[in-house]
């Protein structure tokens, strides 16, 4: 082979091999710091590895942290485990979902239902049957009215009444998250969120008288002043007479005046007195005597011309 061509060929090689020595060189140099940029602007987040429910306790097992962007870091949520290990939970994680604050309530603050009553608020359990829950649609997270049906003591008339309107319903029976088919759930108690003045009424209620729950829209906020019925009303036979003397207190915490109840005014009908009916007309005959005709009155039994006292003097006819 002809020796000039294979130096051409060697040179030609050799400077291949230097300019992609240095072109590999300057692009490894630029790529670095990017690299480093990349790895500097990335941020640990604390996610759940299952579901997680309302009232469970965060354990090691339930979260883990994952790289993020720094500027897709959401807001409220946390980058180390142990910042929300111990903590319940107060509205449901999904697998995944970032663990946010507002889902978590304070460590040490207990488990279940008592992390999701709201500070100033009180959970009341009143019995319930199978009707007066509304046929177990009472479920967790629904608004509910309060009515009691009884007896005042000063009173001798059954009243059912509204004391307690749009209601937050926390659990039903132990279950405080609501059935994910939207089926009925049937149970013996349900709990409800109040006020401490609430509470009081409703421990009277369920005392005292017979409870009804009654559903009602979540997105009905509306408070309807009611009166209440009694049991003569309910069948025509009289009237309640209303007073402001207490108040009536609604689910917002207002005020309202109560009905005080009297009982119905017994109505005594007054005799009708009646005139004497008039006596009946007078039996009258004419009696024709040759010429002489006379109109003669006759009372019954007596016969024509008969001069007992029963008949009366004739009178002529013209």
Request: proline letters at 10%.
């Amino acid at each position: 082979m002809d020796r000039r061509f294979m130096t051409v060929l060697g040179v030609s090689l050799l400077f291949a091999l230097v300019v992609s020595t240095v072109f590999y060189t300057i692009t490894n140099r630029g790529s670095a710091p990017a690299k480093q940029a990349q790895a500097s602007d990335t941020k640990d987040l604390v996610v759940t590895t299952k579901p997680l429910a309302v009232g469970t306790t965060i354990k090691p097992g339930d979260v883990k942290t994952i790289r993020v962007p720094v500027e897709q870091f959401p807001k409220g949520a946390y980058a180390k485990v142990e910042e929300v290990l111990d903590r319940p939970i107060v509205s449901n994680i999904l697998q995944d979902e970032p663990v946010m604050d507002g889902r978590l309530a304070a460590r040490n603050s207990g488990a279940g239902l008592a992390p999701i009553i709201p500070v100033g608020m009180r959970a009341v359990t009143v019995r319930v049957t199978d009707v007066s829950a509304v046929a177990g649609f009472v479920m967790p997270g629904m608004r509910v009215d309060v009515l009691v049906t009884g007896r005042p003591p000063s009173g001798t008339d059954t009243i059912t009444t509204t004391v307690l309107q749009n209601v937050i319903v926390l659990s039903a029976g132990t279950t405080i998250q609501p059935d994910a088919r939207g089926q009925a759930m049937q149970a013996p108690n349900v709990t409800l969120l109040a006020t401490p003045e609430q509470a009081e009424i409703l421990t009277l209620a369920g005392n005292e008288g017979r409870i009804q729950l009654v559903l009602r829209n979540g997105n009905d906020q509306d408070q309807k002043a009611t009166n209440g019925k009694s049991m003569s009303e309910l069948y025509g036979m009289g009237r309640r007479i209303v007073t402001s003397a207490a108040p009536r207190h609604n689910g917002e915490g207002g005020e309202r005046q109560r009905p005080v109840w009297r009982p119905a005014p017994v109505v005594v009908a007054t005799p009708v007195v009646r005139a004497p009916a008039p006596p009946p007309p007078p039996e009258q005959i004419v009696v024709i005597r040759g010429n002489t005709r006379t109109l003669e009155t006759i009372k019954s039994g007596a016969a024509p011309g008969d001069p007992s006292p029963a008949a009366t003097p004739p009178v002529p006819i013209p």
